[in-house]
């Protein structure tokens, strides 16, 4: 397996502008994690989904962030409009289980707003 | 929430040197991770280990988890060592898992 594959890899964008990160799991995992790492706060969950369905998003930072999961092998995360305070890199993941599995983390997508 | 801290936050070796990294941890968890970022942000998985002890070649990790605590061992460091490293712990929320990373150990090897 090509383990969890991100993309892009690096986006620029200009304040206001709508953003698409996409994140294919692992086949058969059936847990995903969007996390975000900045100098200021660290590694943060945003949202993970089990089964396709969304799980606890109490980590989206506001509205302007969504994810969706339409199937097993896809996700998105989307910011509308970005700010340049969303500059990070975005972090996927996925395991095998909802509860005490071995989560295997993407390459990651750096997002800059300008 | 739970509380994840590490130390060192910053920490040179000479390479060749051996090291300790901890995690402390607030409360029970079901699950503890250590993870090695590269310096080009690469998150990879050393270990999930949420009791006892693990080895892969020079890298050992010992978690107690009745003493919260988990330890990272990095022996005869390599340049190659460089990096961030981060515990992440699971707790069990409701039926699902709740993950927490800490804020990392920075580590620079210099040849």
């Known amino acids: 397996d090509a383990g969890v594959i991100q993309s892009p890899r690096h986006e620029v964008t200009e304040m206001g502008q709508e953003v698409t990160l996409r994140c294919k799991p692992i086949?058969?995992?059936?847990?995903l994690f969007w996390y975000r790492q900045t100098m200021m706060r660290g590694l943060e969950l945003l949202i993970y989904?089990?089964?396709?369905?969304?799980?606890?998003d109490s980590g989206m930072p506001e509205d302007r962030f969504s994810a969706k999961m339409p199937n097993a092998s896809f996700s998105t995360l989307k910011i509308q409009p970005s700010e340049p305070r969303d500059s990070a890199v975005y972090f996927c993941?996925?395991?095998?289980?909802?509860?005490?599995?071995?989560?295997?983390f993407g390459q990651g997508t750096r997002l800059t707003v300008v | 929430g739970i509380q994840v801290e590490q130390s060192p936050p910053d920490l040179i070796l000479q390479e060749g040197a051996n090291s300790t990294l901890r995690c402390n941890f607030s409360?029970?968890?079901?699950?503890l991770q250590w993870f090695h970022q590269n310096p080009w942000g690469q998150l990879i998985n050393l270990f999930y280990?949420?009791?006892g002890t693990k080895q892969n070649g020079r890298l050992s990790a010992t978690t107690v988890a009745t003493e919260r605590y988990s330890l990272l061992y990095i022996s005869s460091s390599q340049t190659t060592d460089s990096g961030v490293y981060f515990c992440?712990?699971?707790?069990?929320?409701?039926?699902?898992?709740?993950?927490?990373f800490g804020t990392g150990t920075k580590l620079q090897v210099i040849p």
């Open positions: 993941a996925s395991s095998l289980s909802p509860v005490v599995a071995e989560a295997f």
């Open positions: 086949s058969g995992h059936n847990s």
């Open positions: 989904f089990n089964n396709n369905v969304p799980i606890d």
């Open positions: 409360d029970s968890v079901n699950n």
């Open positions: 280990i949420p009791s």
């Open positions: 992440a712990v699971e707790e069990n929320s409701g039926g699902y898992q709740k993950v927490t």
